[in-house]
Nanobody, 121 residues
């Protein structure tokens, strides 16, 4: 069993920054590719960023490319998402997920409970 716990969400003004963390316990963190997804009210969960087990490959959604940075620390069993130049349209619940590499939610077996990010204009 794998448990994921996100933290770092909150309220920020447009143009500001937040850093999300995802602490992973249970099976070996380095066994899994990791991803960040987000879900805005009334919308489907959408892919944001993903990173391979070793961190050698990273992929971003076009909507966050150049503003968000995904990273992982396998020694600390932690996944990060640095979010800069935030926009009101980035407002959503952000979820971290562990599983296979890819952009589809179905490729990830384990999910956190989510952390709310709200960007005010």
């Amino acid at each position: 069993q794998v448990q994921l716990v996100e933290s770092g969400g909150g309220l920020v003004q447009a143009g500001g920054s937040l850093r999300l963390s995802c602490s992973v316990s249970g099976r070996t963190f380095s066994m899994y590719a990791m991803g960040w997804f987000r879900q805005a009210p009334g919308k489907e969960r959408e892919f944001t960023a993903s990173i391979t087990r070793s961190g050698d490959l990273i992929y971003y959604a076009d909507s966050v490319k150049g503003r968000f940075t995904i990273s992982r620390d396998n020694a600390k069993n932690t996944l990060y998402l640095q979010m800069n130049s935030l926009k009101p349209e980035d407002t959503a619940v952000y979820y971290c997920a562990a599983g296979s590499w890819g952009v589809a939610p179905s490729g990830y077996r384990y999910w956190g409970q989510g952390t709310q990010v709200t960007v005010s204009s």
